[in-house]
């Protein structure tokens, strides 16, 4: 099946209606983005200010996991209220949970605050994935997922300059009363561009409400034994994580309201093996929470320096998005092995190079920014693809499930991931015994764990390429 060889250009997608599409698409991931970023760079500072570095990851865990919910209430909401009703809730939401961030007195209602914007966020990033399958022609769908993609570099500059700069002045709270009215802006774009109501709708669709709390249980699970000091806790909470994740899979493969579409968990077939590698890849990307603060302790960065630095994850993985986007198929799988590579040997340079205080100044800052941009680059260079892989070998009834089941998946594997990052760094001496050496020993192993994800990826794809290779060839 070829889906690119009539693929559509960027001028084409830029034109007419579809240009006006696009911009509405664009908008919601950028105001989701924007808040990954501005929260990775303020994170230091809130911390500073009211405490608790036990849930550092919590404030990243707990938007992730509401921002589940939402991407699972998106199909829904989409097919019963229309997109234009879609975005207003979402942007409400969001709007919500900015403003209660921004007068949190302790870490929890902080984390409660994050919690109501993560809702907002994950309906506002599911519904642009879903609205690319209902409102572009197939030829469109490789360029309008590499612009989705590439809004997370507008995000780069977007977000940690407006933390950053709040984070210098000791103003953190006003980054997202300045998130709040962003949101607000983007809702009287919304509400000129998208439409009422798709063109068919369905009143009574329902929501997989078991599978949806089950996943919900196995990350904060996981965050909550990750704040704990005790191993028997930390590692009872894997554990227990891993059944709700096993009964979550087997009830949805009978389940007649699903949350993946028929099929995704056959790894046998192309569309469970995709779903798969998107999850490892995603996953990758956890370690990315924690390197403002180990730049602040290790190196003393200052946060706007150091989430300048992070967001050269962001730059790489949309350059990469935008440049590969226009592959034949033939050289797709070539292509993704390669980013793989460039992931492992990233997410390696950053166990070695982060906790190292014998470099100079310069060449740290060089060495650790070209680690930075191949972890981007390495997800970015198949993942356009990927996602497209997913609308295209979906069953043909199931478009909006599939389109919002991408975020569903990206979603589950962050929070996971996620909350699996701050188990590793508490066990490995980010809080006891804390301080540099604390911090230096949780950066080494917390890169040299995740380095596992694309290496296993890798070796899985060339045993699955193979052995589907061998059986054509009976």
């Known amino acids: 099946m070829n889906i690119v060889a ?31 970023f501005l929260a990775t760079t303020i994170m230091p500072s809130v911390i500073d200010d009211i405490g608790g570095l036990a849930f550092y990851s919590w404030a990243t865990t707990a938007y992730v996991v509401a921002a589940i919910i939402g991407s699972v209430l998106s199909s829904r909401n989409l097919l019963k209220n229309g997109p234009r009703t879609s975005y207003r809730g ?14 949190a007195p302790y870490m929890y209602v902080f984390l409660i605050g994050r919690f109501i914007q993560g809702i907002g966020g994950g309906l506002l990033f599911a519904l642009s994935y879903a609205m690319v399958n209902e409102v572009f022609e197939k030829r469109f769908w490789p ?9 997370w570099g507008v995000a780069t500059f977007i977000g940690p300059f407006i933390g950053g700069v709040f984070a210098e002045y000791s103003h ?19 509400e000129r561009i998208l439409p009422k109501k798709l063109a068919v709708i369905d009143e009574k669709a329902s929501l997989p409400w078991m599978q949806l709390m089950l996943i919900t249980l196995a990350a904060l699970t996981v ?15 894997i ?16 389940a007649n309201n699903r949350l993946l579409p028929r099929g995704s968990y056959d790894l046998t077939k192309t569309l469970g093996a995709t779903y798969l590698v998107i999850a490892l890849i995603n996953s990758s990307t956890a370690v990315e929470i924690y390197i403002p603060y180990f730049f602040k302790v290790i190196h003393q960065y200052s946060p706007l320096l150091a989430g300048y630095l992070t967001v050269l994850i962001a730059v790489g993985w949309t350059t990469a998005s935008i440049l590969f986007s226009g592959i034949s198929l033939n050289k ?46 390495g997800i970015g260079i198949g993942w356009p693809h990927l996602l497209t892989r997913v609308l295209t070998f979906a069953p043909k009834d199931e478009g909006e499930k599939a389109s ?22 508490n066990l490995t001496g980010l809080i006891e015994p804390g301080g540099l050496a604390g911090t230096q020993n949780a950066a080494t192993w917390l890169f040299g764990i995740f380095a596992l994800a694309p290496f296993t990826t890798f070796f899985l794809l060339l045993f699955t390429w193979k052995r589907k290779k061998r059986i054509s060839k009976r």
């Open 332 to 377: 797709v799988r070539v292509s993704i092995l390669m980013g793989l590579s460039c992931l492992f040997i990233g997410i390696c340079g950053l166990s070695l190079i982060m906790p190292s205080q014998d470099l100079s100044h310069t060449v740290f800052f060089i060495l650790i920014s070209i680690c930075l941009l191949m972890i981007g680059m």
């Open 404 to 425: 919002a089941s991408i975020t569903t998946v990206q979603l589950l594997s962050t929070a996971i991931a996620t909350a699996f990052a701050g188990l590793v760094v």
């Open 143 to 151: 360029r309008a997922m590499a612009l989705i993609s590439a809004m």
């Open 239 to 254: 554990l227990i994580a891993g059944i709700l994740l096993f009964w979550t899979v087997k009830l949805d493969k009978k």
């Open 172 to 190: 953190w709270r006003m980054a997202f009363v300045t998130l709040a009215v962003i949101a607000m802006s983007l809702l009287f774009l919304t």
């Open 90 to 103: 979402a942007i409400f939401l969001f709007t919500s949970g900015a403003l209660l961030c921004a007068i």
């Open 6 to 36: 009539k693929q559509a250009t960027w001028k084409e997608l830029f034109s007419g209606q579809n240009g006006l599409k696009a911009i509405a698409l664009a908008a919601g991931v950028i105001l989701h983005a924007t808040d990954v």
């Open 223 to 237: 965050s909550g034994g990750a704040a704990s000091q005790h191993i028997i806790l930390n590692v009872g909470s």
